[in-house]
């Protein structure tokens, strides 16, 4: 009975060293499955991070460029001809200067359209179709040389809507890169 009892608690140590083994081997293989998906994750959010911080850097670009254009249009959009003074050349400096500015804004956003956040989009293009109209509407005037008191009511009604337009272009472009309580995170 000793001698069973010994080969049958050799058998039980035999079966603990090869569990163990067997476990070892496993617990490897495990943990090399393991490390070989985190390092695939981390890859593969490395890249996607990479991705979404060249696109911020170039999203925060071309708003920074159409900031500056559209503050450069608010401040030469609004052509009046003062009728007392009757001063053509001054009416048309005023009047090319906006074109200028005009064009760059709407060039800066048309080339750059699918970049933008779709806020931002519609609303620059709601400002720069009201801002076409009136430019259109002041060269008619200057080249027919027949002003009225159409294009200074025009006028009146674009000082009201060219900042208020802009202060909410701004708005959705700092909810679109984080400045605002209220910013969007795209994943």
């Not at 970049?115 to 259109?136: D, P």
Request: hydrophobic fraction near 40%; include cysteine.
């Amino acid at each position: 009975m000793a001698a069973e009892q010994i080969a049958s608690e050799g058998y039980k140590a035999v079966e603990l060293v090869v569990a163990s083994c067997l476990g070892g081997v496993i617990g490897t293989i495990v943990t090399f499955y393991i490390n070989r998906k985190l390092q695939s994750l981390k890859h593969k959010h490395d890249k996607q991070f990479t991705v979404h911080n060249l696109q911020f850097k170039k999203e925060f670009q071309l708003y920074s460029e159409l900031w500056k254009a559209l503050i450069a249009l608010r401040q030469t959009v609004i052509i009046t001809l003062d009728l007392e003074i009757n001063d053509e050349s001054t009416f048309r400096e005023k009047y090319e200067k906006a074109v200028k500015n005009f064009n760059e804004v709407k060039n800066l956003f048309e080339n750059n359209r699918p970049f933008y956040h779709v806020n931002v989009s519609k609303l620059a293009g709601n400002l720069i179709s009201k801002c076409r109209k009136y430019i259109t509407h002041a060269g008619k005037n200057f080249k027919s040389e027949k002003y009225n008191d159409q294009l200074s009511d025009e006028a009146e009604v674009l000082l009201r809507i060219v900042p208020e337009a802009i202060d909410k272009i701004g708005e959705a472009i700092q909810k679109r890169i984080g400045m605002s309580k209220e910013a969007e995170i795209f994943e």
